[in-house]
């Protein structure tokens, strides 16, 4: 098993959730995407579609959502996306308000520079971001 993966099985226990073969597919399945997915692209991934069903994944996800270890993503139920947050590394987001579609924004972030500033005059530790860019997209222009 990768590092990462067994690292966020450990946080998920320490946060207390149950470790079920359905939680260590989830996680998998979400480290393995290049991007934030959907539930119902969870739901029908190869990993998940035999091991439990979509309501199952959705209170998983649910619940990792409010521990801070899976992100949250997008406009509305409908199109939400979930992607993992990983200590140390970030992307930030790019989304469609017509369609809901999603892709990382392809630039360098502008942001870490501010946040090593933030963190040097506040003394905060751990300090991380979110961004989400909404828009519309070219297929919907
Ligand atoms: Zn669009
Ligand atoms: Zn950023």
Do not use: W
């Not at 995407?33 to 190869?46: F, K, Q, Y």
């Not at 199109?79 to 369609?99: E, K, M, R, V």
């Amino acid at each position: 098993m990768p590092t990462t993966l067994t690292e966020t099985i450990e946080r998920c226990r320490a946060s207390g959730l149950r470790r079920t073969k359905a939680l260590e597919e989830l996680l998998a399945t979400l480290m393995q995407s290049p991007r934030p997915m959907t539930l119902a692209e969870l739901a029908s991934s190869p990993r998940l579609r035999d091991q439990c069903d979509k309501a199952t994944v959705f209170r998983l996800l649910q619940r990792l959502a409010e521990k801070g270890i899976v992100r949250r993503l997008g406009l509305h139920e409908r199109a939400a996306y979930f992607t993992l947050l990983l200590p140390g590394s970030h992307q930030d987001y790019l989304i469609c308000t017509g369609c809901g579609t999603i892709e990382s924004v392809k630039a360098p972030c502008p942001v870490h520079e501010l946040e090593d500033e933030i963190r040097r005059k506040s003394g905060f530790r751990n300090l991380y971001h979110e961004l989400e860019f909404f828009g519309t997209c070219p297929a919907c222009a």
